[in-house]
């Protein structure tokens, strides 16, 4: 027993000093060859190894985010594919795990943004299956590239996303009708998500928000002239400093208030101007917005969440407001 036991203390011993001398980037080594024998639990523990050794090769996260996406640690993932990302921007591949990621999640804005990009980087996918919502969304955001692109008379991004988008539909089994369809069907949802994700925090009426929504949807179903006045207007007053405007009204309100207690009837009734001029264009504002006139709103937060949803869809088209 007591052979066995000291056997076994040799063996530890002998384990614990192979892994202490493993350097890096023979970790990092046995990550890829684990990685290509489809052994998703190893590249992970080496890429562990490797990591702690110091190693600053992008490629000890993009296997450890590739392995944990294949277990389904879609979390894990992502993390890794953000590092990858900072580290090396022009790698496709990593956009494509990330947003397969996001899609198995149910994120689908993030996910299609993932796609839109990894298609600039270079990647054409194959293969994909029609039944699946996330895989149908690469050729959805294929296709919001069209149809905004030609919009905005961008004839050659159209002709690229065309090219791409067929390339894409013969490889998979994919009819342009099937994709046009899915895409109808299931555009206002994406809109709604990505409304949903930019306004989460932000003070502001339930209507504003549906507002918001149903017109960036209604641009991107139908994107012509008219719907694209409708969010240019939205932009174009939310441009505005309205919450430097909101704090002159305020600060008038109070204004009032304290020189009609000493007296200065000129001056309260001026302040008093300001304030009846200042609550009209808010109010005016409000109706455009669709929010009540006594609404509470985060004008600043709004304005920012409102120019990340348009570049998020096309980042041509603040350039044309």
């Known amino acids: 027993m007591k052979k066995i036991i000291a056997t076994l203390a040799l063996v530890f011993i002998l384990a614990a000093s192979v892994f202490a001398q493993t350097t890096a980037d023979e970790w990092l080594k046995k990550a890829r060859e684990y990685l290509e024998k489809d052994d998703y639990a190893n590249t992970i523990t080496a890429c562990n190894e490797a990591i702690k050794r110091g190693s600053t090769n992008i490629d000890a996260y993009w296997f450890r985010g590739f392995a944990y996406y294949q277990i389904k640690n879609y979390d894990a993932a992502i993390a890794d594919c953000n590092t990858v990302i900072n580290g090396a921007p022009d790698f496709p591949n990593v956009y494509v795990i990330r947003g397969n990621a996001y899609s198995v999640k149910g994120v689908y804005h993030k996910a299609v943004a993932d796609w839109r990009t990894s298609f600039e980087k270079g990647f054409v996918p194959s293969g994909l299956d029609k039944s ?45 009708a099937e994709v046009e369809k899915f895409y109808r069907d299931n555009v206002r949802a994406l809109i709604v998500a990505v409304v949903d994700g930019e306004l989460t925090g ?49 600060a008038n309100v109070r204004d009032v208030e304290v020189f009609e207690s000493l007296g200065y009837k000129e001056a309260a009734e001026a302040a008093r101007r300001i304030v009846r001029d200042g609550q009209n264009d808010f109010n005016e504002i409000r109706r455009l917005l669709n929010a009540p006139n006594d609404a509470p709103i985060d004008w600043r937060g709004l304005r920012s969440a409102y120019i990340k949803i348009l570049n998020g869809l096309n980042t041509e088209l603040i350039r044309r407001m």
Do not use: H
């Open 132 to 176: 699946n919502q996330g895989y149908m969304w690469v050729c959805g955001a294929l296709y919001m590239e069209i149809v905004i692109n030609r919009f905005l008379g961008k004839s050659d991004v159209v002709t690229k996303y065309d090219n791409w988008l067929n390339t894409v539909c013969n490889n998979s089994g994919v009819t342009r």
């Open 202 to 250: 932000i003070t502001m009426p339930e209507s504003t928000v549906s507002y918001v929504k149903d017109t960036l949807a209604n641009f991107c179903l139908t994107p012509n002239q008219n719907n694209f006045n409708i969010i240019k207007n939205i932009y174009q007053l939310l441009n505005r400093d309205l919450a430097f405007a909101q704090r002159i009204v305020d």
